[in-house]
């Protein structure tokens, strides 16, 4: 009994040697991973599907979409130079002869535009060809070409040229594809291009910062694109464009301390674009509707002492006698609510919805008269053409 006592002892101590030497220089024979440190990691690596798909894209093709409708804008304007008074002497005259109109030196200037029509039309900023004798826009492949200006919208600052080739030679322009702005959101990716500097043709890319930028006293109408693509001088009348290469804004201006970019670039929105465009192209001017009032913004105290329940609207603060709004009933310390059946948020809401309206028509007015509401009808008229303060 003895002697199988120490033939199982041994059998035991024998097996248990072995497993122990196996579970620790091959346990791979049992089935069993390594324990970390011992040359063997586990790792969760992702499959080659998902680490091709979190490569980041290029926007080559959007890009090459693009460029070629991006066009490159000299301006030159004749500076005249202030005639001598001694000419208006005829004794002096007589023996020196006359003066011929004083011309200075030239200015020139540098921009961007967009061809948006095959028929050679470019759209760009009013700033761009403002006070220009001659226009001349270069192309991408190289042309140089002359342009005239059809009309120009100084309030929102945009311009439509028309390419015209003297040379009888047939170029086929390529017009740019119109984006949507129901389809742009907070967070896009945008590429800005135009001729910063005078370096050439340059792209940069960023996202959409914010839309509807307005009260940043740039232009008259204001309902921008923020984005944060590089803009610089020369940047102006550039294409904004989507990760499709449709247009979506035309680059108008930048906040900058130093004069280059920031960060913080605007574009006006195609949808207004757009329609400018299309006025000026059709009647050669822009045309806005207008009643004849002065707009305050009602901050916190006003809303307070006029017992409002907030700060929505547009006081009233002055009425142009005889204008449409003085003949439709509308007084000084009246509150305008909505026009047309669209709410007002605040005098530039009033302004804008005002000047989308087409002028003779009669349009709904909704006020607030010593808290109570008040609706009145008011014949819109024809707003003047006005221009920027520079």
């Given at each position: 009994?003895?002697?199988?006592?120490?033939?199982f002892?041994?059998?035991?101590?024998?097996?248990l040697?072995?497993?122990?030497?196996?579970?620790?220089?091959?346990?791979?024979w049992?089935?069993?991973?390594?324990?970390?440190?011992?040359?063997?990691?586990?790792?969760q690596?992702?499959?080659?599907?998902?680490?091709?798909?979190?490569t980041?894209?290029?926007?080559?093709?959007?890009?090459?979409?693009?460029?070629?409708?991006?066009?490159?804008?000299?301006t030159?304007q004749?500076?005249?130079?202030?005639r001598?008074?001694?000419?208006?002497?005829?004794v002096?005259?007589?023996?020196?002869?006359?003066?011929?109109?004083?011309?200075?030196?030239?200015?020139?200037?540098?921009?961007?535009?967009v061809?948006?029509?095959?028929?050679?039309?470019?759209?760009?900023?009013?700033?761009?060809?403002?006070?220009?004798d001659?226009?001349e826009?270069?192309?991408?492949?190289?042309?140089?070409?002359?342009?005239?200006?059809?009309?120009?919208d100084p309030?929102?600052d945009?311009a439509?040229?028309?390419?015209?080739?003297?040379?009888?030679?047939?170029?086929?322009?390529?017009?740019?594809?119109?984006?949507r702005m129901?389809n742009?959101?907070?967070?896009?990716?945008?590429?800005?291009?135009?001729?910063p500097?005078?370096?050439?043709?340059?792209?940069?890319?960023?996202i959409?910062?914010?839309?509807?930028?307005?009260?940043?006293?740039?232009?008259?109408?204001?309902n921008?694109i923020?984005?944060d693509?590089?803009?610089?001088?020369?940047?102006?009348?550039?294409?904004?464009?989507?990760?499709?290469?449709?247009?979506?804004?035309?680059?108008?201006?930048?906040?900058?301390?130093?004069?280059?970019?920031?960060?913080?670039?605007?574009?006006?929105?195609?949808?207004?674009?757009?329609?400018?465009?299309e006025?000026?192209?059709?009647t050669?001017?822009?045309?806005?509707?207008?009643?004849?009032?002065?707009?305050?913004?009602?901050?916190?105290?006003?809303?307070?002492?006029?017992?409002?329940?907030d700060?929505?609207?547009?006081?009233?603060?002055?009425?142009?006698?005889?204008?449409?709004?003085?003949?439709?009933?509308?007084?000084?310390?009246?509150?305008?609510?909505?026009?047309?059946?669209?709410?007002?948020?605040?005098?530039?809401?009033?302004?804008?919805?005002?000047?989308?309206?087409?002028p003779?028509?009669?349009?709904?007015?909704?006020?607030?008269?010593?808290?109570?509401?008040?609706?009145?009808?008011v014949k819109i008229?024809?707003?003047?053409?006005q221009?920027?303060?520079?």
């Amino acid at each position: 009994m003895r002697r199988l006592w120490l033939i199982f002892a041994q059998t035991v101590t024998v097996s248990l040697a072995v497993l122990f030497v196996v579970t620790t220089l091959k346990p791979e024979w049992l089935g069993k991973h390594a324990p970390a440190g011992a040359g063997v990691v586990a790792l969760q690596e992702s499959s080659p599907a998902t680490a091709a798909a979190a490569t980041a894209n290029s926007y080559r093709d959007a890009a090459r979409k693009a460029l070629p409708s991006v066009v490159h804008i000299f301006t030159s304007q004749k500076v005249k130079a202030r005639r001598n008074p001694l000419f208006d002497d005829p004794v002096f005259r007589h023996f020196f002869g006359d003066s011929p109109e004083g011309e200075g030196p030239k200015t020139s200037g540098l921009g961007s535009g967009v061809i948006v029509s095959p028929n050679g039309y470019v759209l760009t900023n009013f700033h761009v060809v403002e006070a220009a004798d001659q226009i001349e826009i270069a192309l991408s492949d190289g042309h140089n070409l002359d342009a005239r200006l059809v009309g120009s919208d100084p309030e929102s600052d945009l311009a439509v040229l028309q390419i015209t080739e003297s040379k009888g030679k047939e170029l086929l322009l390529p017009a740019i594809t119109l984006g949507r702005m129901d389809n742009v959101a907070v967070g896009d990716v945008t590429l800005a291009i135009g001729n910063p500097f005078g370096v050439g043709q340059t792209v940069t890319m960023g996202i959409v910062s914010a839309l509807g930028r307005s009260h940043l006293g740039i232009n008259t109408f204001e309902n921008f694109i923020q984005t944060d693509a590089a803009i610089n001088p020369g940047n102006s009348g550039g294409a904004l464009i989507d990760g499709q290469g449709n247009l979506i804004g035309i680059n108008t201006a930048i906040y900058s301390r130093s004069g280059g970019s920031l960060g913080i670039g605007f574009a006006i929105p195609i949808s207004i674009a757009r329609d400018v465009m299309e006025q000026i192209i059709q009647t050669g001017s822009v045309t806005r509707g207008w009643i004849g009032v002065e707009a305050q913004e009602i901050t916190i105290d006003l809303a307070e002492s006029f017992g409002l329940p907030d700060t929505s609207g547009a006081l009233i603060a002055g009425v142009l006698r005889g204008s449409p709004a003085d003949a439709g009933g509308i007084k000084p310390g009246d509150i305008l609510l909505a026009v047309a059946g669209r709410p007002v948020k605040n005098p530039q809401d009033m302004l804008d919805l005002i000047a989308s309206q087409k002028p003779g028509d009669t349009v709904a007015f909704r006020l607030r008269r010593q808290n109570s509401a008040l609706d009145t009808n008011v014949k819109i008229g024809k707003r003047a053409p006005q221009r920027r303060e520079r």
